[in-house]
């Protein structure tokens, strides 16, 4: 059962463009939302993360959007650069695990095209 | 460069053998997290020891065994290897115990293990 959905799974947005990046999740206990930028040959890193108790975080570039009756969330990244072209990744994790265990989405691979 | 190294980089072996995944975490961290990332089930969390103690178990199977030594790091063994088992490990580590009093503690990632079984 996946219970982190992550769409698109592939996205092409034009330099200087917005891209968008939607996740849903199931499980109601999940109260910490990070999204992980992953390079080519690389590990994931830890992008910018948010909470549910707001509906906004924004950091540069690039914000969390969470709807937390509708139990998804998003990442916008504005002003799109050809350096942000990785595959990104949500994911949730709860207080009952000890935010030990990360639940993942399968990925967006994002190219921004010059 | 995130400061947690993985060791080998590559690795190429048969069906049914054994092999060893190597993770020195970053200078301090005391947790370090393993990782399974196929292309169809994506990224998959298998285990997490604390301070030389498992803490938490995710999607591990039974011929998958870890520890975390002394000096922090950690291994992930993988035995009778099958060809479903190809796929880039990950180890990561963060300072404590994710969620603790310092709240959610970042988990770094290494540049991970891409292991391929013939």
């Known amino acids: 059962q996946q219970q982190v959905k992550q769409s698109p799974q592939s996205l092409i947005v034009q330099k200087g463009g917005i891209s968008i990046i939607n996740c849903a999740y199931e499980n109601t206990a999940f109260d910490y939302f990070p999204w992980y930028q992953q390079f080519p040959g690389k590990g994931p890193a830890l992008l910018i993360a948010?909470?549910?108790?707001?509906s906004e975080k924004k950091e540069g570039r690039f914000t969390i959007s969470f709807n937390k009756s509708a139990k998804q969330f998003s990442l916008h990244i504005m002003d799109s650069q050809p350096g942000d072209s990785a595959t990104y990744f949500c994911?949730?994790?709860?207080?009952?695990?000890?935010?030990?265990?990360?639940?993942f989405g399968k990925g967006t691979m994002l190219l921004v095209s010059p | 460069d995130s400061g947690v190294t993985q060791t080998p980089k590559h690795l190429i072996t048969a069906t049914g053998q054994r092999v060893t995944l190597r993770c020195s975490p970053r200078s301090g961290d005391l947790s370090v997290y393993w990782y399974q990332q196929s292309l169809d089930q994506g990224l998959q969390f298998l285990i997490q020891?604390?301070?030389?103690?498992?803490?938490a178990k995710g999607n591990i199977l039974e011929r998958f065994s870890a520890q975390q030594f002394p000096d922090l790091h950690s291994e992930l063994n993988l035995s009778s290897l099958e060809l479903g088992d190809s796929a880039l490990y990950f180890c990561?580590?963060?300072?404590?115990?994710?969620?603790?009093?310092?709240?959610?503690?970042?988990?770094?990632f290494g540049p991970g293990t891409r292991l391929t079984v013939l």
């Open positions: 020891y604390y301070n030389g103690e498992e803490r």
């Open positions: 990561a580590s963060s300072l404590g115990l994710a969620g603790g009093a310092r709240g959610y503690n970042e988990q770094f």
């Open positions: 994911a949730a994790s709860s207080a009952g695990s000890g935010y030990s265990t990360l639940t």
């Open positions: 948010i909470r549910p108790d707001v």
